[in-house]
């Protein structure tokens, strides 16, 4: 396999890396059924999940005249980047639990909470899934235990966006792969397809009776060529192909449309010329409701641009970089409350960020991504707090970049 040169700075690892109940309310996909997984009937829905939304902190219909609207929370945060003291982690704690020889549960409980309460949970699968019993392989190029599947379906993600640079690391049949994988579990995706028709329809999803449109590209794949047979099995960021997609989003009943983009200058927390072009672009179409990235792997600005959300990065969910970089430990779970207008329109009515912070592998302990409100209160992860509060300044800083909070995003719990 050749490999661009860029790879070789992209989702980079510590040396050590290298080396070694629910809700009622129905998600589901109604539209682009991936036909990677298991045989689907024809027009059925997918990825349903259930109990009702009551999360400390959820937003509530306004009071006065509009009383009776209709509010949909949909929480999102950043890379799913599975390097392999991660897969050490989910050892440990198999050992521990009992569950198979990998348990990610422990690893992502913390979050549980907040994500399984939201009416719609994204993740971003960054990296490609290896077959069952592998073989596994960290960076630069990836091919990851299946056995996070589950975990993040017990954690309570609805979607997943999957094209990111790391896409074709194990090709086509990497992607085939990873989506079947999803398919069987119940999540939904958005991003890399296995056919010509999926990669043309956007991912319509349904939560509670309110129709959400996802759609996602990545601005490269790391220098590695698009499949010659199936070039269109990794949607590159082209914003006349994503206006496209959201005007037919919306033409199929989408009532919010929501743009996913792998994109950015890694490790930098200001946006590039690039992403702030791209998302000018994108932002002008009254058929975008909402932007948000991911792979910069620390956090970036939220920012209104032409009227519109856009949040431009969230940093990791779990990875294990190097800490010498300041900031790619730190993360956020953002969480967006879309109400009903007069008009039948949605608009966005609350904008918060929960902040994360990621715990470093020592070789004995498992690792941990943390919701830093909450564990600033548990007295398991007291000998934590000043890294805890610094994570939580950091966020907030990065966040407001900006100037979001002036503007009424808060930080939520």
Avoid at 359 to 382: C, F, K
């Amino acid at each position: 396999m050749v490999v661009g040169a860029a790879i070789l700075t992209s989702c980079t690892a510590t040396s050590s890396s290298t080396q070694s109940v629910r809700r009622s309310a129905a998600v589901s996909q109604i539209t682009n059924s991936s036909t990677a997984g298991a045989p689907k009937s024809a027009g059925s829905a997918t990825a349903t999940v259930g109990s009702p939304s009551t999360a400390s902190g959820s937003s509530t219909a306004p009071t006065g005249p509009t009383a009776a609207a209709r509010t949909v929370t949909v929480v999102m945060n950043g890379d799913v980047l599975l390097h392999n003291t991660l897969w050490e982690t989910a050892r440990l704690d198999a050992q521990r639990t009992g569950r198979g020889a990998m348990d990610y549960r422990p690893l992502l409980a913390d979050l549980r909470p907040v994500i399984s309460h939201a009416d719609l949970a994204i993740c971003h699968l960054e990296t490609p899934l290896a077959p069952r019993g592998g073989p596994y392989l960290s960076y630069p190029i990836f091919s990851v235990p299946p056995s996070i599947v589950p975990a993040l379906k017990w954690e309570g993600y609805d979607a997943c966006t999957t094209a990111s640079n790391h896409s074709l690391d194990q090709g086509f049949a990497g992607i085939q792969r990873t989506l079947a994988d999803l398919d069987r579990a119940g999540i939904a995706h958005a991003g890399t397809a296995v056919t010509r028709k999926d990669s043309k329809t956007p991912l319509l999803l349904d939560a509670n009776g309110v129709k959400v449109a996802l759609i996602e590209a990545t601005y490269g794949t790391n220098g590695l060529p698009l499949p010659a047979a199936e070039p269109w099995s990794v949607p590159i960021i082209k914003p006349a192909k994503i206006l496209r997609m959201a005007a037919q989003a919306r033409a199929d009943g989408a009532q919010i449309v929501m743009v996913a983009l792998h994109w950015g200058t890694e490790y930098v927390h200001q946006p590039s010329a690039y992403q702030i072009r791209i998302a000018n672009r994108i932002s002008r179409s009254p058929n975008v409701d909402f932007i948000y990235g991911h792979h910069v792997h620390v956090v970036q600005p939220y920012d209104k641009v032409n009227g519109t959300w856009v949040v431009y990065g969230l940093g990791n969910t779990v990875a294990e970089q190097d800490p010498a970089v300041e900031g790619v430990y730190d993360g956020n779970t953002c969480r967006v409350t879309f109400r009903e207008e007069r008009d039948g329109s949605f608009r966005v009515a609350k904008l918060q960020y929960i902040p994360t912070m990621i715990t470093q592998y020592d070789g004995v302990h498992p690792m941990r991504v943390l919701d830093v409100q909450r564990s600033l209160h548990d007295p398991r992860y007291a000998a934590l707090r000043p890294q805890l509060r610094a994570t939580q300044q950091r966020v907030r800083a990065d966040v407001n970049l900006d100037g979001a909070i002036a503007h009424g995003v808060t930080e939520g719990r």
